[in-house]
């Protein structure tokens, strides 16, 4: 390979990856339905609670990426039928989330690094919650079909799905650990009736929201 063209294609695979990593970042700090959840969880359940209900989210992340690969995301998104049946089945288990919140409103707040809860499967909520999100589709389904194109090329393809799962993941490590630091958790147990009402609206609002998205 001549040199120039060497250049040009390591100048292609750069403008990739901060493509996709600016797209990843914004995407992970505009609030919803996988932030919500972190929040409620990482309060009500702790440290551990929060991480798995993260990985549960990476997990359905991967998921995404998977069916995008093998362009069933395209014949979502052009399906009229298989598109709302996913929004509505994702709206109607963040409702679900949401009316739970309202119950178990006088929870207490777990302490800072305690055991999560039990009885809760926290990584099966993050994952249900990711993967019938309808946005999920869509982000990766734009990623796959504008940024990440046939020509990128296998290892360039796994390395820009690399560069996304592991930006996904120090945010989620970051966020639950911040969550987790006693003066916020100090406060949060002063107000936890307040609290756990405002995420179960939250979760309410979102749900609305999530069934309300058009292709």
């Not at 395209?74 to 009229?80: E, K, P, V």
């Not at 709302?84 to 994702?90: F, H």
């Amino acid at each position: 390979m001549e040199t120039g063209q060497w250049a040009r294609k390591n100048h292609d695979v750069l403008e990739q990856v901060l493509i996709v990593a600016g797209l990843t970042v914004l995407v992970l700090i505009s609030p919803g339905p996988d932030m919500a959840l972190v929040l409620r969880n990482t309060l009500i359940g702790g440290r551990l609670a929060g991480v798995q209900t993260s990985l549960g989210i990476l997990s359905g992340n991967l998921v995404h990426i998977s069916y995008c690969v093998a362009g069933i995301g395209w014949l979502i998104s052009q399906s009229i039928v298989a598109f709302s049946v996913l929004k509505y089945a994702g709206a109607a288990y963040l409702l679900y989330l949401g009316l739970q919140s309202f119950r178990e409103s006088r929870t207490p707040v777990a302490p800072a690094g305690g055991e999560p809860n039990r009885g809760r499967n926290w990584y099966l909520q993050g994952l249900i919650n990711n993967v019938l999100n309808p946005k999920g589709t869509l982000f990766y389904l734009g990623i796959f079909t504008v940024v990440i194109t046939p020509e990128t090329g296998a290892l360039g393809m796994l390395f820009l799905i690399l560069t996304m799962m592991l930006i996904c993941a120090l945010f989620w490590l970051i966020f639950v650990l911040t969550l987790d630091r006693p003066a916020i958790r100090d406060f949060l147990e002063k107000s936890q009736v307040t609290v756990n009402r405002i995420f179960g609206a939250v979760l309410i609002m979102l749900a609305v929201r999530v069934a309300s998205i058009e292709r």
